[in-house]
C-alpha cells in the first residue's frame, strides 16, 4: 500500500514562497513520476508539475517560471518550491504518483492560500 506524506502549506502574502514536501512509502516499485496537482474551490483538480526519475519535467502554464520541481530518488520524495505566489495560486495541493499500471495514488493534500 502506497502512502503520499505531505508537508508544507500555509498561508502566505502575494508575492511570498512556500516549499511543499512529499515523501512516499511502502511500493515495491521505483516512483517514476511524481508530482503535484491543485484544487481551488469550484474547480477541477489539474496538474501543477510533475517530474520523472530521470529528471524530466512538466509545468503548468501558469506557474512556468515561478515554481520549480525537485525530486530526491533516493527518498522517495518531490519538492514544489513556489516563489512570486499570487492570490490564484490558493487551493489544496495534492501530491500524485502514477502506478506501473496507471493507478493513481494521492496524498490527503495541504492547503495553500495567499492573501494579504
Known amino acids: 500500500q502506497v502512502q503520499l506524506v505531505e508537508s508544507g502549506g500555509g498561508l502566505v502574502q502575494p508575492g511570498g514562497s512556500l516549499r511543499l514536501s512529499c515523501t512516499a512509502f511502502g511500493s515495491i516499485f521505483s516512483f517514476d513520476i511524481m508530482g503535484w496537482y491543485r484544487q481551488a474551490p469550484g474547480k477541477q483538480r489539474g496538474l501543477v508539475a510533475d517530474?520523472?526519475?530521470?529528471?524530466?519535467?512538466d509545468y503548468a502554464d501558469s506557474v512556468k517560471g515561478r515554481f520549480t520541481i525537485s525530486r530526491d530518488n533516493a527518498k522517495n520524495t518531490v519538492y514544489l518550491q513556489m516563489n512570486s505566489l499570487k492570490p490564484e495560486d490558493t487551493a489544496v495541493y495534492y501530491c500524485n504518483t502514477p502506478s506501473p499500471s496507471g493507478y493513481d495514488f494521492w496524498g490527503p493534500g495541504t492547503q495553500v492560500t495567499v492573501s494579504s
Open positions: 517530474m520523472t526519475s530521470d529528471g524530466s519535467t
